[in-house]
């Protein structure tokens, strides 16, 4: 499982509300993504990161930000939930080497924004 | 402006038969195409991938096809079997943006 964790699992929270969501790595990778699953639409980008406080947007990046202070953690963050932002959020990391372009996935977190 | 794109959104095959999942992209810069497989609750998996330099790559019951000229990739399963229901997903991947990009996956059902 690359040792992904994501947390939360689930999360209800209301509109206008902020939400961070957690993803940790046990591994070093230098490459963290986060994305969004939706009915439809698959799986988009949001945001990702190459190092330690380098990242850069993905498709789908307005209303969110994220931080990657250490290398083992990216944090996904809503600063004022909407509704169009319930989702299932997905963290990734690649491998480099071997099949280098693979991309590896947490569990997901389920956010519900009312 | 969808760069890859599984226009079945849906797919039922008995068990025993062959599965075959579709997969358009637009970008000719894309050099490197991946599945990906995905259960309900769960992350999705790596399934297999292909180079742009090849046109099938396989491993055991799944096989990728690439047809570049027409711009489109297949995943072949065979045979089906009941644990391969799922969603998956094509990705593509050029070097240089360090990202993949994803289709809208398709549901796959095998039925006994």
Not at chain 2, 43 to 50: A, K, N
Not at chain 2, 52 to 64: C, L, M, P, Q, Y
Not at chain 2, 86 to 99: M, R
Request: hydrophobic share 30%.
């Amino acid at each position: 499982d690359a040792g992904i964790t994501q947390s939360p699992r689930h999360k209800v929270t209301e509109t206008g509300t902020p939400v961070t969501l957690r993803c940790h790595q046990t591994e070093n990778h230098r490459y963290m993504y986060w994305y969004r699953q939706d009915p439809g639409h698959g799986l988009r980008l949001i945001h990702y990161s190459y190092g330690v406080k380098d990242t850069d947007k993905g498709e789908v990046s307005d209303g969110y930000s994220v931080s990657r202070s250490k290398t083992e953690d990216f944090l996904l963050t809503l600063e004022s939930a909407t509704s169009s932002q319930t989702s299932v959020y997905f963290c990734a990391i690649r491998v480099a080497g071997g099949s280098y372009n693979e991309q590896f996935f947490g569990p997901g977190t389920r956010l519900t924004v009312l | 402006d969808q760069q890859v794109k599984q226009n079945s959104p849906s797919l039922s095959v008995q068990e025993g038969r062959i599965s075959i999942l579709n997969c358009d992209y637009t970008n000719s810069m894309f050099d490197y195409f991946l599945w990906y497989k995905k259960y309900p609750a769960e992350g999705p998996t790596f399934l297999i991938s292909i180079s742009s330099i090849k046109d099938k790559n396989e491993d055991g019951r799944f096989t990728v096809f690439l047809n570049k000229s027409a711009k489109h990739l297949s995943l072949h399963i065979v045979p089906s079997q009941p644990g391969d229901s799922a969603v998956y997903f094509c990705a593509a991947f050029f070097q240089g943006a360090q990202k993949l990009v994803f289709g809208q996956g398709t549901r796959l059902t095998i039925n006994p």
